[in-house]
């Protein structure tokens, strides 16, 4: 056979195996398009059937989802059983029913109503997110549009699109900028009535003294009033527009999805990002518990250096800034090695969580969207032909697709963005926590209710007058309440003296005090001295028997070291009245500068500048200036009783008595707590404790020796 004969035969062979193959291509397609076809009539024919039976399923899941929200909100959780603020506030803070009743509690004071200031931006706020829907849902369709014209080189109705898209963008930047001022405002009005409510609990009565000496819940109240504060209302505005908005969106946008695609493949989405949502809910790190545990270590940061500077002279004489630095260091360690946890976890977290939203949930959408595209043949294959032609079906296609994919894509970044918001509810709930447990103690101590945590049985057993039991019956004491009761004299009867420990310093006190008595107070180191009259100055409560005394403004304390607050030297004289309130009761600046010479102060008005000269009164007067100050202070108010704790200790022997020989002239009778014995024969009565529990009291002479305990 010839080479040419053998070529010809093998071109054939090849040529009828082509033949074959395409033909078993168009068979298999045809069979394929078959099925599709079988599939989409059976489809077209049960479509009603499917759509009602999505849409009862999705009722169900709703009705589902809402039995679990009322389940969630009516059940209880177990409180702690010491009811400490510092033990709830480590437990992780969860989305529970104390929660929601916790920040519906903090709402009503940052929202006091309806016809209120903060309502009504709240209102406007609400207004405007909804037009921002409205305008992007439009701003969707125009976009098509737009693409459209242009697909159908139509540039008239392209120019007329650009113009819209224009003219839309001034309404669009001016409400953007609407709500992000909003916004910011709305955090400034939380955070001036939650603060003012605040500071109205904090500094009634004698709850800033109580708060952190009778009550151990709280911790660093400065750092809770001021940056904790302010970050829960920051983050609870935010929170609002960045879950209102994305809620509103989802909703706008499947329903018009709902009415250009078909419940069915909204239904299969939804379903894909129900999955993937709910993994990735179960992936979520516990940021809540991060940020409140981010909170209380920078507040314990804030404290060591507040601590430092308190006491500088102090370590500066004992050259501890060694001992200090490492303190420092370890508190900041703790601080920065927890940042750094949580910004890892931010890291991974982030990265998943982009993948999911961005482009896994936007691939889903775009397919969604190609879905109608790729189905055009379903009008043939259901024996009906568009009388559209191939141009105007391009240009309605891709107005179409372009509106269909920009809904899509802006309900998946609302979803994303919900998604994201449910981060920023957990980190709300651990502020919350923070915030609403301060409220909680505030009030607590307001109503006199104190909260401690138990004595350390061991260690305090081992110390001089301290015993288990005595513990254990002083804490069964620190439940009770005695009587105050108003009186012209100061009485105590039956009072136990107990520390806010625990330890029973004086069983039962009884003593009386009437005016023209000036009583010699002597006693032991810890005997009970300061507590009796912290009992008697109001800061610590009545354990039990009665205690009669004057109203405040009869019983003035001047302690070792007076205090000396922000203002001008008058304030120093007059505190705590301001320059109205003097002038109301009939006091010059004259009859100040006579106080001041009784005290042999009469140099300092001059030599500091006048009355109304301001400094840091601390730092500018020496220790002897500042008790002549506070025994001015005492002269200025001129209560019935004073109560006098080692407040000579800084003045010659002379200054002492032109004081104590003044204050019996004014009629004021003393209390006077000191171990200088030139001070004795200012005081006709004595209160002695042996630091035993045992008192005496009784009548004194100067010149005869102390009377000894049987």
Request: net charge positive; aromatic share 10%; glycine share 8%.
């Amino acid at each position: 056979m010839a080479p040419n004969q053998s070529s010809m035969m093998v071109g054939s062979a090849i040529d009828a195996i082509q033949k074959l193959n395409h033909e078993f291509v168009r068979r298999t397609q045809l069979s394929k398009l078959i099925q599709l076809k079988r599939i989409l009539q059976w489809y077209i024919q049960h479509h009603k059937k499917i759509r009602g039976g999505i849409l009862i399923f999705v009722a169900a899941m709703l009705l589902d989802r809402l039995r679990r929200l009322i389940a969630l909100l009516s059940s209880t959780k177990e409180k702690n059983k010491d009811g400490t603020f510092a033990s709830s506030a480590s437990q992780k803070p969860q989305i529970d029913k104390n929660f929601f009743d916790n920040l519906r509690k903090l709402i009503a004071i940052a929202i006091p109503g309806i016809r209120t200031k903060e309502f009504g931006m709240l209102l406007s706020h609400s207004t405007l997110l909804v037009f921002r829907t409205a305008l992007s849902v439009y701003i969707a369709t125009l976009d098509g549009e737009i693409v459209s014209a242009l697909v159908r080189l139509r540039s008239r109705d392209f120019g007329k699109g650009i113009l819209k898209w224009m003219a839309v963008a001034v309404p669009a930047t001016l409400t953007n900028s609407l709500l992000s001022f909003f916004q910011k405002r709305l955090a400034i009005q939380f955070r001036s009535n939650l603060t003012k409510r605040a500071q109205e609990l904090y500094l009634s009565e004698k709850t800033y003294y109580s708060i952190g000496n009778l009550d151990s819940r709280v911790a660093n109240i400065d750092q809770l009033m001021t940056v904790d504060l302010t970050k829960f209302c920051n983050s609870l505005s935010e929170l609002y527009s960045n879950l209102a908005k994305p809620t509103l969106d989802a909703v706008v946008y499947n329903i018009e999805l709902a009415k250009r695609l078909g419940v069915v493949p909204l239904f299969f989405i939804s379903v894909v990002i129900q999955l993937s949502s709910g993994a990735l809910h179960k992936l979520t790190p516990p940021f809540g518990k991060l940020v409140g545990q981010e909170q209380k270590l920078e507040g314990e940061f804030h404290f060591a250096h507040s601590r430092l500077i308190e006491n500088a002279e102090e370590v500066a004489l004992y050259r501890g800034q060694s001992a200090e630095k490492a303190i420092l260091d370890r508190q900041y360690m703790r601080l920065i090695r927890h940042i750094n946890r949580t910004f890892r976890l931010h890291v991974f977290y982030g990265m998943l969580e982009d993948f999911v939203v961005k482009y896994f949930w936007g691939a889903a959408g775009l397919i969604v969207c190609a879905a109608p595209v790729f189905s055009e043949r379903l009008p043939q294959l259901a024996g009906t032909v568009s009388p559209s032609g191939p141009a105007s079906r391009m240009g309605s296609r891709t107005r179409d697709f372009i509106t269909n994919r920009r809904l899509l894509l802006s309900a998946s970044d609302a979803l994303g963005r919900m998604m994201y918001s449910y981060k920023e509810i957990v980190e709300l709930a651990g502020l919350t926590q923070r915030v609403a447990g301060l409220f909680e103690v505030l009030e607590d101590v307001n109503k006199g209710h104190y909260v401690r945590g138990q004595a350390d049985m061991s260690s305090l057993s081992g110390e001089a007058g301290t015993s288990v039991e005595n513990v254990k019956e002083g804490m069964l004491i620190l439940k009770q309440r005695g009587q105050i009761v108003d009186d012209k004299d100061i009485e105590f009867v039956d009072v136990p003296i107990v520390s806010p420990t625990g330890d029973i310093l004086v069983p039962n006190l009884s003593f009386h005090v009437r005016s023209g008595m000036n009583v010699l107070v002597l006693g032991p180191n810890g005997c009970g001295k300061s507590s009796m009259f912290r009992i008697l100055g109001g800061l610590w409560p009545v354990y039990g028997g009665v205690v009669k005394k004057p109203t405040d403004g009869n019983v003035f304390y001047i302690p070792q070291r007076p205090y000396l607050s922000v203002g001008t030297l008058r304030d120093q004289i007059i505190y705590p009245n301001n320059k109205a309130e003097m002038e109301e009761k009939g006091v010059t600046d004259d009859q100040l500068l006579d106080i001041l010479k009784v005290v042999q102060l009469g140099d300092i008005v001059e030599r500091e500048g006048g009355w109304d000269a301001k400094k840091e009164w601390k730092d500018a007067l020496s220790g002897g200036d500042k008790q002549r100050i506070a025994m001015a202070r005492l002269f200025y108010h001129r209560p019935r009783f004073a109560i006098m704790d080692e407040c000579t200790s800084a003045v010659s022997m002379d200054v002492e008595r032109i004081m104590y020989t003044h204050a019996s002239d004014l009629g004021i009778s003393m209390l006077t707590v000191s171990h200088r014995q030139s001070l004795w024969k200012y005081h006709n009565y004595i209160l002695q404790f042996n630091g035993q529990g045992a008192f005496k009291f009784g009548k004194f002479n100067p010149d005869d020796p102390l009377p000894p305990f049987n």
